[in-house]
């Protein structure tokens, strides 16, 4: 039996019927599809909006806008400063917001989700490639995949700014705005940690773990969350979401926070 081994510039394997697969196939990269296409609506809709986006009484800021940095934040929501104008294609969170596209859009389950789902490239397995010839990453634009370490590094930064604009909101009380923060900076944490160049620099060059008895205890709490990595990048959507929607809905005055203790 022959093997064939694809490789850059190499053709696809003819094969005269699009599949010989008689499940739904094609469920999975449509869900998929249809749910990024939704959140980047969403987002891209909530970071060009600039309002409701700071809850001074409570000291909530949504992550979509952390940190703010332009001058046309509200009062309390700019911890770092306003060196940015306030220019209407400038997002507040000008400096983080590309870091973070970069990180997911160069993270190895978010790559093979939008090739499958947008590129079709292949849709699913045993199911033929759209296009006619295979690259790989090697070329334009697609040769900035290998970014992704430095990416995570910035992630990890940003994470950090995360975890404290969900402390400083215990400042005035607690409610379920907190509960929220929170909830939404522990998935984060976990997503990040879970990246693969996360557990590979956790301990990929090692070449005896019980010489590093710390770091094998960190490469094995990694290997963990990275078993749920395509799990965790759905679910951080999810609290993204649901915290700036949330955020947005007290901003705007369509409710009131639930607050336990004031």
């Given at each position: 039996?022959?093997?064939?081994v694809?490789r850059p510039?190499a053709?696809?394997a ?7 697969r008689?499940?739904?196939w ?12 939704a959140?980047v609506?969403?987002a891209?809709?909530?970071v060009f909006?600039?309002?409701w986006y ?7 800021l ?8 332009t ?5 309390g ?15 507040e969170?000008?400096f983080t917001l ?5 990180f997911?859009?160069t993270?190895?389950?978010?790559r093979?989700a939008?090739y ?6 292949p ?8 296009h006619?010839?295979?690259?790989g ?5 697609l040769?900035?995949q290998?970014?992704?370490r430095y990416a995570f590094?910035?992630a990890?930064?940003?994470s950090?700014?995360n975890?404290?604009?969900a402390i400083?909101?215990f400042?005035?009380g607690?409610g379920?705005?907190?509960?929220i923060l929170?909830?939404n900076?522990?998935m984060l ?5 879970s990246?693969?160049s996360?557990r ?5 060059r090692?070449?005896?773990f019980?010489k590093?008895?710390?770091r094998?205890r960190?490469?094995t709490?990694v290997?963990?969350l990275?078993a749920r ?5 759905w679910?951080?959507?999810g609290?993204l ?14 409710w009131?926070d ?5």
């Amino acid at each position: 039996m022959t093997t064939t081994v694809s490789r850059p510039g190499a053709k696809r394997a003819a094969i005269a019927a699009r599949t010989l697969r008689t499940d739904r196939w094609w469920l999975a990269p449509l869900i998929t599809f249809a749910g990024l296409s939704a959140w980047v609506l969403y987002a891209t809709v909530r970071v060009f909006m600039h309002k409701w986006y700071y809850v001074p009484d409570f000291h909530y800021l949504t992550p979509f806008y952390s940190p703010c940095l332009t001058d046309r934040c509200v009062e309390g929501s700019a911890e770092f400063g306003t060196p940015l104008p306030s220019f209407w294609l400038i997002p507040e969170a000008a400096f983080t917001l590309p870091f973070l596209l970069l990180f997911r859009l160069t993270c190895y389950y978010y790559r093979k989700a939008y090739y499958r789902a947008f590129w079709l490239s292949p849709p699913a397995c045993a199911v033929p490639d759209a296009h006619a010839k295979y690259t790989g990453e090697t070329r334009f634009p697609l040769v900035f995949q290998n970014l992704h370490r430095y990416a995570f590094y910035a992630a990890t930064i940003i994470s950090v700014i995360n975890t404290w604009d969900a402390i400083r909101s215990f400042g005035t009380g607690f409610g379920l705005g907190n509960v929220i923060l929170t909830a939404n900076v522990v998935m984060l944490w976990a997503y990040t940690l879970s990246c693969h160049s996360c557990r590979h620099i956790a301990g990929g060059r090692l070449k005896h773990f019980s010489k590093h008895p710390v770091r094998y205890r960190f490469w094995t709490f990694v290997s963990k969350l990275n078993a749920r990595h395509m799990l965790l990048a759905w679910v951080t959507l999810g609290t993204l979401a649901l915290t700036d929607f949330y955020v947005m809905a007290l901003a705007a005055g369509w409710w009131p926070d639930l607050r336990f203790i004031s």
